[in-house]
C-alpha cells in the first residue's frame, strides 16, 4: 500500500512541472539567430497529434534517500484534452489505478481495497501549487507550455534554452534545436532550494511522429526521488479504449491529503 500511494504521490508532484509561470521575463533579442518567438512556435509545432494514445512500458521508482528502488510496469491511455487512464502492475498484479479527468482524480488500489477521489481544488490546497489536467498532459506528452511570453538564454549547438521566472521560481526548457522537441525542463525554488528536473529522450519515430521513449523526473523536496519510464510500445489511434472507472462498494475512500502525508 505504502508504495502505491507513494507513486502515486509522485504523479501528483509532476503534474505542479507542467507550472506556466505567469507574469514572466519578455525577451525580444535575438540569440544565435533565434529569438523566443520563434523557438516557442517551432516547438508547438512538434506536438503530437492524436485522439487516443496508448503507452505501455516500466517504470522505476527511486528513493535516493534510502537507496531503494520499486519497479512497475504500467499502461497509459490519453484521450487527448480530455482522460488520462493510468494502469500499474506489480509482478503482473495490479497496484493501482488512476483516472485523471479535466475536473476529476480517482484512484484505487486492489491489494487493499481502498480509494481516493479529489478534485483539483483539494489538491492545489495540499500540493501548494497550481495544478491542473493541460499540464500533466503536457508533462506526459513532452509539450512545455509556452503560451506566455518567455525569455530566450541561449542557442547554441544542438540546444536552444528558453527561461520563464516567477518569484521565487525558476523554469527552463532545453529544446532540440533540429526538431524542437523538449529535452530536460529544470523548475528551481531559489527560496527553498527545492528543485525538479524532467528529461526526455531515446526519440523514436511512431507513425510519422517523433516520440521521447523514456522520461525521467528528479525531484528535491524534502528528500530526493526519481521517477523513470522506459516506454515499450506507443500506439496512435490504433484501438478503442474503455476509460470507465468504478470504485466497488467495498472499497474504503481515503482522503486525499493522505498522499500528501506518504511522500
Not at 504521490?9 to 505567469?22: F, Q, R, S, W
Not at 529569438?35 to 494514445?53: G, V
Request: hydrophobic letters at 45%.
Amino acid at each position: 500500500m505504502k508504495h502505491s500511494l507513494a507513486i502515486a504521490a509522485l504523479i501528483l508532484t509532476i503534474m505542479c512541472l507542467g507550472c506556466k509561470p505567469k507574469q514572466i521575463t519578455t525577451s525580444n533579442g535575438h540569440t544565435g539567430g533565434m529569438d523566443a518567438a520563434k523557438a516557442a512556435a517551432l516547438h508547438d509545432a512538434s506536438a503530437l497529434r492524436f485522439a487516443i494514445m496508448s503507452i505501455k512500458g516500466k517504470a522505476d521508482f527511486t528513493d535516493l534517500g534510502k537507496g531503494t528502488t520499486i519497479g512497475f510496469t504500467y499502461r497509459i491511455d490519453i484521450a487527448k484534452d480530455s482522460l488520462i487512464l493510468i494502469n500499474l502492475s506489480k509482478f503482473g498484479v495490479p497496484a493501482m489505478n488512476m483516472l485523471i479527468s479535466q475536473d476529476t482524480i480517482k484512484m484505487r488500489i486492489p491489494l487493499n481495497q481502498t480509494a481516493a477521489v479529489c478534485d483539483y481544488s483539494l489538491l492545489q490546497k495540499v500540493m501548494k501549487l497550481d495544478l491542473n489536467f493541460e499540464k500533466f498532459q503536457a508533462v506526459l506528452l513532452g509539450q512545455a507550455l509556452l503560451d506566455q511570453p518567455v525569455a530566450l538564454t541561449s542557442s547554441k549547438g544542438s540546444t536552444v534554452v528558453l527561461e520563464g521566472n516567477k518569484p521565487p521560481y525558476s523554469v527552463y526548457w532545453n529544446l532540440n534545436a533540429q526538431h524542437f522537441k523538449l529535452e530536460k525542463m529544470r523548475m528551481l525554488d531559489a527560496i527553498l532550494g527545492n528543485e525538479s528536473v524532467l528529461t526526455y529522450s531515446d526519440f523514436k519515430k511512431v507513425d510519422g511522429q517523433l516520440v521521447a521513449f523514456t522520461f525521467m523526473m528528479e525531484a528535491t523536496q524534502s528528500q530526493t526521488v526519481r521517477i523513470e519510464l522506459h516506454h515499450s510500445g506507443i500506439e496512435f489511434d490504433k484501438e478503442k479504449i474503455n476509460f470507465r472507472f468504478r470504485i466497488p462498494e467495498s472499497y474504503k475512500i481515503m482522503p486525499c491529503d493522505s498522499l500528501q502525508q506518504q511522500r
